[in-house]
């Protein structure tokens, strides 16, 4: 079951102007920035009390955040949930009729292992599900 909103992510342009925006408004810098080359991104995040806000700025021009911001804009990618096992998570996803769009769950970014579940079949909402890697 999910536990918790684990972060909200954000599609950015310019990863560097969106920090320091987001410092401003947040009053701290990012907790960590990282690198995901499997998905093609540059990655910081946010702490915000107990929420978490991940930045997201593509490194190609054919991944999925550069598609998102060509298509949409900048703005609010998905939305992710912890859950304490992904695989079974996935399974129960797929039983309820959640299209999900990974067979196996991936490393992501922050330590985590993750699986997205189309929009499609969540009222136009791209979900994220994320286990911390033990």
């Known amino acids: ?20 925006v987001y410092a401003k408004l947040f009053g701290a ?18 702490k ?6 991940e930045l997201l700025e593509a490194t190609d021009p ?4 550069a598609k998102f911001i060509e298509k949409k804009g900048e703005g609010i990618h998905h939305i992710a949930y912890a859950v304490d096992d992904i695989k079974a998570e996935m399974e129960r996803m797929k039983s309820e009729g959640f299209v999900v769009l990974n067979d196996e769950p ?11 579940l189309h929009p499609k079949s969540t009222k136009g909402v791209l979900v994220e599900l994320c286990q911390e890697i033990k």
């Open 106 to 116: 991936k490393k992501g970014a922050d330590n985590k292992l993750v699986c997205f």
């Open 62 to 65: 054919e991944s999925a955040i």
């Open 1 to 20: 079951m999910m536990n918790k909103i684990e972060h909200i992510g954000i599609a950015v342009k310019d990863l560097e102007a969106a920090n320091e």
């Open 48 to 53: 915000v009390g107990e929420s978490k806000i």
């Open 29 to 46: 810098q990012p907790y960590k920035t990282e690198t995901v080359e499997s998905e093609h991104v540059s990655t910081s995040f946010f």
